[in-house]
């Protein structure tokens, strides 16, 4: 199976500041990537599918690449609202495998 | 409004049964692959299993397989999680989501998540 390998595994950034959490598959994937957004006791949300697509709704700060076996996801200016832990996750094919997640938090 | 509502989790002890439910509504359920995901207690998400929109097709993570059955009843709108053979280590909440693509992938995105539902296994 393709493994998902994120990092940081945690970060500590500032109010507005540019964070970038990457992603890296075992194998290539094309741009079969998606990103979720997890809130401290809440749901999943699906922020980014097919590597860069924003879904409806998602702020524009939030922002996608990459392809083959590398993707980030970036945050253009971070928010108070932004903590969260994020985790990317590969549906090329069976089994969709998530990566282990990277926690954001504000410094 | 799309929603997911998972029901059936609680405690049971290891080797025991427990049948989870999902009832979903404002979309056409039967057009959609769904999924199985589990969180255990402080740590990511796991995949653990995907049934195609017909129910034909499924398929299951290699830690779950051969103890838990996923299925669907198109007809009541709902989703379902047969869990045997519960061991510790299935201990976890549990989410039912929606597939994003309307076809027949057993891999996607999922675009649509319940609230989850707990499940205990511990003696």
């Known amino acids: 199976d393709i493994q998902m390998t994120q990092s940081p595994s945690s970060l500590s950034a500032s109010v507005g500041d540019r964070v970038t959490i990457t992603c890296r598959a075992s194998q290539g994937i094309s741009n079969y990537l998606a990103w979720y957004q997890q809130k401290p006791g809440k749901v999943p949300k699906l922020l980014i599918y097919?590597?860069?697509t924003l879904q409806s709704g998602v702020p524009s700060r939030f922002s996608g690449s990459g392809s083959g076996t590398d993707f980030t996801l970036t945050i253009s200016s971070l928010q108070p609202e932004d903590v969260a832990t994020y985790y990317c996750?590969?549906?090329?094919?069976?089994?969709?495998?998530f990566g282990q997640g990277t926690k954001v938090e504000i410094k | 409004e799309v929603q997911l509502l998972e029901s059936g989790g609680g405690l049971v002890q290891p080797g025991g049964s427990l049948r989870l439910s999902c009832a979903a509504s404002g979309f056409t359920f039967s057009s959609y692959a769904m999924t199985w995901v589990r969180q255990g207690p402080g740590k990511g998400l796991e995949w653990v299993s995907a049934?195609?929109?017909?129910?034909?097709?499924?398929y299951y993570a290699d830690s779950v397989k051969g103890r838990f059955t996923i299925s669907r009843d198109n007809s009541k709108n709902t989703l379902y999680l047969q869990m045997n053979s519960l061991r510790a280590e299935d201990t976890a909440v549990y989410y039912c989501a929606k597939h994003y693509s309307s076809s027949s992938l057993l891999s996607d995105a999922f675009d649509i998540w319940g609230q989850g539902t707990m499940v205990t296994v511990s003696s």
């Open positions: 097919t590597a860069s």
């Open positions: 049934i195609s929109g017909s129910g034909v097709s499924t």
């Open positions: 996750q590969k549906y090329n094919s069976a089994p969709p495998t």
